[in-house]
């Protein structure tokens, strides 16, 4: 972890002075922009990313535009790696205050072909993760009575779409787990929100969209594109501000009015 050189800019105390946030899988895509804007909003960020020379060379890019990050490797498939990644962050820094659970996989297949080490991989990866994180954030904020964790969760997660067996019921579990840990840690004074993007332009949907999921987002989303990770990047700023103090518990879909449309032609 590359992260020495902030380390003596860190809080000594609990007027939190320099707020830590960590962005799981944060070296490209929604991550990277979620950790970028983070970075201008202010607060050091960890992005935590099973590339590390992604997120070595994300954190760069944001110290070179004078904010603060760093890089650590962190596998949201494995515990022992959530725990590693933790124990540098507090040997570091002594705190998390911001917790993002952005790392998540997808697989395409049909229900009755779905593997079950697709469904396993996916579960675990979308969901016990940032369970796990969950629990070793909220430990770290409780110290100080302040935090925020931001699940990024998926319209898939509301709405079923084909092909979308394992990733759907992970994202939908997601959002549950959200509500269930809203209101376990908000007399802790931590809130938990979940984002639920729609299509949004990375690597992940350009690898995984093909030309007719693409032409059925096209029409059926009312603003008739795919979003941008700003849009995502940009909710979360909100969420992780002391504006959004009193909202917790709820799901924010960032989807250009695809969950709010019906028939869009008349």
């Given amino acids: ?47 935590a990313d099973i590339n590390l020379d992604a997120a070595r060379a994300h954190a760069a890019a944001i110290d070179a535009a004078k904010g603060s990050a760093c890089a650590l490797y962190l596998d949201a498939a494995d515990p022992s790696s959530i725990d590693a990644a933790f124990a540098e962050i507090e040997k570091t820094f002594g705190r998390c205050d911001v917790l993002i659970n952005n790392a998540g996989i997808a697989g395409v297949a049909s229900f009755l072909d779905c593997p079950l080490d697709v469904w396993s991989r996916v579960l675990a990866t979308n969901v016990t993760g940032p369970m796990l994180c969950g629990q070793r954030a909220a430990r770290s904020m409780s110290t100080h ?16 779409s084909a092909g979308r067996t394992a990733y759907g019921t992970s994202k939908a579990a997601l959002i549950g787990l959200t509500r269930q840990m809203a ?31 693409r032409n059925g987002y096209h029409r059926t989303v009312p603003m008739r594109r795919y979003g941008e990770p700003s849009d995502i990047a940009g909710t979360v700023s909100f969420l992780c501000s002391e504006r959004a103090g009193y909202i917790t518990g709820h799901m924010v879909a960032v989807d250009g009015g695809f969950l709010a449309a019906g028939i869009l032609d008349i």
């Avoid at 009575?145 to 079923?160: E, K, L, P, Q, T």
Wanted: aromatic share 2%; no cysteine.
């Fill in 1 to 47: 972890m590359n992260a020495s050189r902030h380390a003596s800019q860190r809080s000594t105390s609990d007027d939190s002075a320099l707020r830590i946030a960590l962005v799981t899988g944060g070296a490209m895509g929604i991550g990277a922009a979620i950790a970028s804007t983070l970075a201008a909003d202010g607060f050091m960020v960890a992005i």
């Fill in 145 to 160: 009575s302040w935090g925020r964790i931001v699940n990024i969760a998926s319209i898939s997660g509301v709405r079923a």
């Fill in 183 to 213: 209101v376990e840690l908000a007399e802790a004074g931590i809130t938990v929100n979940a984002i639920s993007p729609g299509p949004i332009e990375t690597p992940l949907t350009r690898d995984h969209h093909s030309a007719e999921t």
